[in-house]
């Protein structure tokens, strides 16, 4: 393996420098010391061999993760005898194609996107709706923005007129594109921002709030406590975990654990928060798609230090307690219009990524994330870990 190399190379420099130091007339003080100094150095690259920085090397250069694209993608639909979720996929011939069909699937197995005063649903004409986006990486390493745009269509597109607000939110942990012309859409200079302004040109109360600035690792780190009214900040809860509240552009004041302020009291009965990751491989923690996606929910600043929150999250279950404990999603969207394959990921480039107009959803991020990862992403690139 690579770890035995890069363990196995300082200790090889050693003995060489060891060697050849007696002719240069080294003194046995100097020796010792150049020597523990590689040696040092080894085992501080060992160390490193878990982190996140670590991983992307070590995926660009092991062939076992070369991965292979099988361009024949069938989709696999599959029935248990005793269901526990149910789970929509869809493939059309754009966004909005996958997500028109998307939707009549949902809506023909019982599930509609649209709550009205007829029938029940997900997003009712005066809901507030959050939509989380992966804004953390350019080309085809971020959601979609066609995809973003369509979705947002849908909401606006309420059968009793739409009212309420929608908000695109995300928590760059080291960098944040929300305004980038190296977008993943048709259009590369779509950015979200550009999809925002679309929407609020129009009329709409559609607006985008980038967490980082609150959020820290990426911005500053604002911490608040649960009572705060004016500031915008994250709320530090025990265990890593972490949530913001904050103050949308159109004066909406919002916990995304408790809900919105109206007078005196939070009521998160109007609030419904949309979980929209891309489906890529992550050289670290294997798959990114509905539960690693709340990375960036919660600011890393407040639970660890650089990128160790990735084997907190694997040891820890933090990603599942943020759901439990602040803001479990009303609707799991996976955009796989174009599939990150990349043993690179999460960055996905334009030549790499396998384009697929795929939409995945369902409201267990769990059992979506098993489907997207085994049915999806291994038959392209044939990964285990997939």
């Given at each position: 393996?690579?770890?035995?190399?890069?363990l196995g190379?300082?200790l090889l420099?050693?003995l060489?420098?060891g060697?050849?130091?007696?002719?240069?007339k080294?003194?046995k003080?100097?020796?010792?010391?150049?020597v523990s100094?590689?040696?040092l150095?080894g085992?501080g690259v060992?160390v490193?061999?878990?982190?996140?920085v670590?991983?992307?090397?070590?995926?660009?250069?092991n062939?076992?993760?070369?991965?292979?694209?099988?361009?024949?993608?069938?989709?696999?639909?599959?029935?248990?005898d005793?269901?526990?979720?149910?789970?929509?996929?869809?493939?059309?011939k754009?966004?909005?194609?996958?997500?028109?069909l998307?939707f009549?699937?949902?809506?023909?197995?019982?599930?509609?996107?649209?709550?009205?005063?007829?029938?029940?649903?997900?997003?009712?004409?005066?809901?507030?709706v959050?939509?989380?986006?992966?804004?953390?990486?350019?080309?085809?390493?971020?959601?979609?923005?066609?995809?973003?745009?369509?979705?947002?269509?849908?909401?606006?597109?309420?059968?009793?007129?739409?009212?309420?607000e929608?908000?695109?939110?995300?928590?760059g942990q080291?960098a944040?594109?929300?305004?980038?012309?190296?977008?993943?859409?048709?259009?590369?200079?779509?950015?979200?921002?550009?999809?925002?302004?679309?929407f609020?040109?129009q009329?709409?109360?559609?607006?985008?709030?980038d967490?980082?600035?609150?959020?820290?690792?990426a911005?500053?780190i604002?911490i608040?406590?649960?009572?705060?009214?004016?500031?915008?900040g994250?709320?530090d809860?025990?265990?890593?975990?972490?949530?913001?509240i904050?103050?949308?552009?159109?004066?909406t004041?919002?916990?995304?654990?408790?809900?919105?302020?109206?007078?005196?009291?939070?009521?998160?009965s109007?609030?419904k928060?949309?979980?929209?990751?891309?489906?890529?491989?992550?050289?670290?923690?294997?798959?990114?798609?509905?539960?690693?996606?709340?990375?960036?929910?919660?600011?890393?600043?407040?639970?660890?230090?650089?990128?160790?929150?990735?084997?907190?999250?694997?040891?820890?279950?933090?990603?599942?307690?943020i759901?439990?404990?602040?803001?479990?999603?009303?609707?799991?969207?996976?955009d796989?219009?174009?599939?990150?394959?990349?043993?690179?990921?999460?960055a996905?480039?334009?030549?790499?990524?396998?384009?697929?107009?795929?939409?995945?959803?369902?409201?267990d991020?769990?059992?979506?994330?098993?489907?997207a990862?085994?049915?999806?992403?291994?038959?392209l690139?044939i990964?285990?870990?997939?």
């Amino acid at each position: 393996s690579l770890d035995l190399v890069f363990l196995g190379i300082p200790l090889l420099i050693s003995l060489v420098v060891g060697n050849k130091a007696k002719n240069w007339k080294w003194s046995k003080k100097r020796i010792a010391f150049v020597v523990s100094a590689i040696l040092l150095v080894g085992m501080g690259v060992l160390v490193a061999s878990n982190s996140f920085v670590f991983s992307l090397l070590y995926a660009t250069v092991n062939l076992e993760t070369s991965y292979v694209q099988n361009k024949d993608l069938t989709i696999t639909e599959l029935h248990s005898d005793h269901p526990v979720s149910t789970l929509y996929v869809a493939q059309g011939k754009d966004s909005s194609h996958s997500l028109d069909l998307l939707f009549s699937l949902m809506e023909e197995k019982g599930l509609s996107i649209h709550q009205t005063s007829q029938r029940k649903g997900i997003i009712g004409k005066e809901d507030t709706v959050l939509i989380k986006i992966n804004g953390e990486w350019q080309d085809r390493g971020g959601t979609n923005t066609d995809f973003l745009k369509a979705f947002i269509q849908k909401v606006i597109d309420h059968p009793e007129g739409f009212k309420g607000e929608v908000v695109v939110v995300e928590n760059g942990q080291w960098a944040i594109y929300l305004d980038s012309d190296r977008s993943n859409a048709e259009d590369k200079s779509q950015s979200f921002q550009k999809v925002v302004n679309y929407f609020e040109n129009q009329g709409y109360q559609v607006s985008l709030y980038d967490w980082t600035g609150i959020g820290g690792t990426a911005g500053e780190i604002i911490i608040i406590e649960e009572n705060e009214r004016e500031k915008d900040g994250y709320v530090d809860l025990p265990g890593g975990v972490s949530y913001p509240i904050f103050t949308t552009k159109f004066g909406t004041r919002i916990s995304l654990k408790d809900g919105i302020w109206k007078e005196d009291r939070y009521d998160n009965s109007q609030v419904k928060f949309i979980n929209m990751p891309v489906l890529k491989s992550h050289s670290l923690m294997g798959v990114t798609a509905a539960t690693k996606h709340y990375m960036g929910v919660l600011s890393t600043s407040l639970c660890n230090d650089g990128f160790d929150q990735h084997q907190g999250m694997i040891e820890h279950g933090l990603m599942g307690r943020i759901m439990a404990e602040v803001i479990y999603p009303d609707l799991n969207l996976i955009d796989a219009s174009y599939i990150g394959v990349s043993p690179r990921g999460p960055a996905s480039s334009y030549e790499s990524a396998y384009k697929a107009d795929l939409v995945l959803a369902g409201r267990d991020p769990i059992a979506l994330d098993y489907y997207a990862g085994r049915y999806v992403l291994y038959p392209l690139t044939i990964f285990e870990r997939h």
